[in-house]
Every structure is written in structure tokens, then in C-alpha cells.
């Protein structure tokens, strides 16, 4: 069974630094893109970016472009979300999300986010 | 970038009765090279993550019930939920994956007339 287990909730001061994880289980770490997903509150579903555990190919929305920096630890499996100073604005649930794989033959095609994480509320506040 | 519009924003439907949201790209996300629309439905309940519905626009993503249905191609995508039940009460998204950013529609919230 796919697991993405994300870290716990974080309430931080504008301009700390943060960095959050998500621990991926139950497949091949480096066959599936993985990437995040910020919903802020009541809000709607944005894309922040995504990461190949392979080789580390990264895109960004460009919405975050340089706003934050996504990882990957592909020893133990995790991938990472960082900020280095946040703002009162980054205050949402970011989710953890695998890009499913459908292959037939030896043709693969990355398809939607098939599996998504509990999610990490992230609060920023003087 | 690739703009997800849904309509409506919100919907009240009788328990039993059809439910219908639309979703529209402003340009094709059909892929050529494999005839696929990169075309998603998500179930979102309130306090929990997203639920996979439907991908390539219209494959259900198993375990889900067949009460729920993806349709369209190109630039124009339907999702249908047959026979509302109760827990269908939600808020759904359409998603393109075929260009980055992956864009998502800006939700619609499904009630219970």
C-alpha cells in the first residue's frame, strides 16, 4: 500500500526558516515524480512543484519559483519542502503527492496525483 | 499557463438526482503522442486531503463508486455523479497534468438540496 506520511503541524515567526518532510512507503521511491500541493485556508488547490527522487529534476510553479526549495533524501525515501524566511502569507496546509505512472509495454506516461499525504498545517504568525 | 475554469461554483442537488460539474482548460490537454487527456477528478471533504475520482478524463480510479463518471476531451471536461447520496456532499476539482504548473479548477461545492 502507497504511504506518504508527512511531519507534524509547525507554528513559526515570519522570517524563521522551516523545513518539512514527507515520508514515502509501499513503492519504488525513484519510478514516481513526487511533489507538494499548498491549500490555503479555504481556499482552493495549487501546485508548488516536483521532484524526480531518480535524479533530482525539479519544476516549480511559477508562483514559488524561488519562494521555496523541494528535495529528496532517496536513501530513506523522504522528500522535503523548505522555506529559508517565511511569511505570514506561506500560513496553509501543504500536502505531500505522488505522480501516478501508467505503463504498458515500454512506454510510461506520468499521470494525476494518485496518492496524497495527511498534510502539514504550517502557521506563521508574530 | 494552463487556466482550469468549473462551473458552477456551487451546486444544491436532491438526494437521488444527478449531479454535473463542468471544467474547462483554456487550451487542449489532450497529449498526441497518446491520445490521453491529462484531465483529473478530486473529491476534497472537509479536514481531509483530496481523493483521487477519475484521471485521464474518464478511467475511475479504483475503489471508487461507478455513480461517478468522467467525460470530454480537448478543452471541455465533465464530471457526473449519478444518484447523490448523502457522503457525496464535497468539494470537487478538476486538475490538468499536462503542462506544468499542473493547475487545478477553483473547486465546486456540492450540496444537498
Known amino acids: 500500500e502507497v504511504q506518504l506520511v508527512q511531519s507534524a503541524a509547525e507554528v513559526k515567526k515570519p522570517g524563521e526558516s522551516l523545513k518539512i518532510s514527507c515520508k514515502a512507503s509501499g513503492y519504488v521511491f525513484t519510478d514516481h515524480w513526487i511533489g507538494w500541493v499548498r491549500q490555503m485556508p479555504g481556499k482552493g488547490l495549487e501546485s508548488v512543484g516536483i521532484i524526480h527522487p531518480y535524479d533530482s529534476d525539479t519544476t516549480y510553479s511559477p508562483s514559488f519559483q524561488g519562494q521555496v526549495t523541494i528535495s529528496v533524501d532517496k536513501s530513506i525515501n523522504v522528500a522535503y519542502l523548505q522555506w529559508s524566511s517565511l511569511q505570514a502569507s506561506d500560513t496553509a496546509m501543504y500536502y505531500c503527492?505522488?505522480?501516478?505512472?501508467?505503463?504498458?509495454?515500454?512506454?510510461?506516461?506520468?499521470?494525476?496525483?494518485?496518492?496524497w499525504g495527511q498534510g502539514t498545517l504550517i502557521t506563521v504568525s508574530s | 499557463d494552463i487556466v482550469m475554469t468549473q462551473s458552477p461554483d456551487s451546486l444544491a442537488v436532491s438526494l437521488g438526482e444527478r449531479a454535473t460539474i463542468n471544467c474547462k482548460s483554456s487550451q487542449t490537454i489532450l497529449y498526441n503522442s497518446n491520445n490521453k487527456n491529462y484531465l483529473a477528478w478530486y473529491q476534497q471533504k472537509p479536514g481531509q486531503p483530496p481523493k483521487v475520482l477519475i484521471y485521464?478524463?474518464?478511467t475511475r480510479e479504483s475503489g471508487v463508486p461507478d455513480r461517478f463518471s468522467g467525460s470530454g476531451s480537448g478543452t471541455d471536461f465533465t464530471l457526473t455523479i449519478d444518484s447523490l447520496q448523502a457522503e457525496d456532499v464535497a468539494i470537487y476539482y478538476c486538475?490538468?497534468?499536462?503542462?506544468?504548473?499542473?493547475?487545478f479548477g477553483q473547486g465546486t461545492k456540492l450540496e444537498i438540496k
Open positions: 486538475q490538468q497534468y499536462h503542462s506544468n504548473p499542473y493547475s
Open positions: 485521464w478524463a474518464s
Open positions: 503527492v505522488r505522480r501516478g505512472r501508467d505503463c504498458s509495454g515500454r512506454s510510461c506516461f506520468s499521470r494525476n496525483f494518485d496518492s
